[in-house]
């Protein structure tokens, strides 16, 4: 993902969806900002535009979360999300 022209990597994607994506990270980016995210395999390269929606410190005492301590869980709405979600390796 790129922030402002600074590079930040995506730990772990978490959810996708017809409006957007949510993943891990691992330092805190401010609530409409404007990001690009990127993605490549051997046989596609793809960069989609969005805004985060949402960006929160994750509490391992919430029911269900698993990240480490000191990590973000953030939620970008994507202007064309079916182009990543139709080249995301499906779970």
Not at 14 to 27: L, P, T, V
Not at 31 to 38: C, M
Not at 47 to 72: I, N
């Amino acid at each position: 993902m790129v922030v402002q022209g600074h590079r930040i990597v995506i730990e772990s994607l978490r959810d996708i969806s017809n409006s957007g994506i949510s993943f891990s990270i691992n330092q805190q980016v401010a609530t409409s900002e404007r990001v690009s995210i990127e993605y490549s395999d051997p046989h596609v390269k793809l960069e989609v535009f969005g805004r985060v929606a949402w960006c929160s410190l994750t509490d391992l005492r919430t029911p269900g979360a698993t990240e480490h301590p000191g990590k973000f869980l953030m939620g970008v709405e994507l202007m064309s999300p079916m182009m990543l979600f139709a080249v995301l390796p499906k779970r």
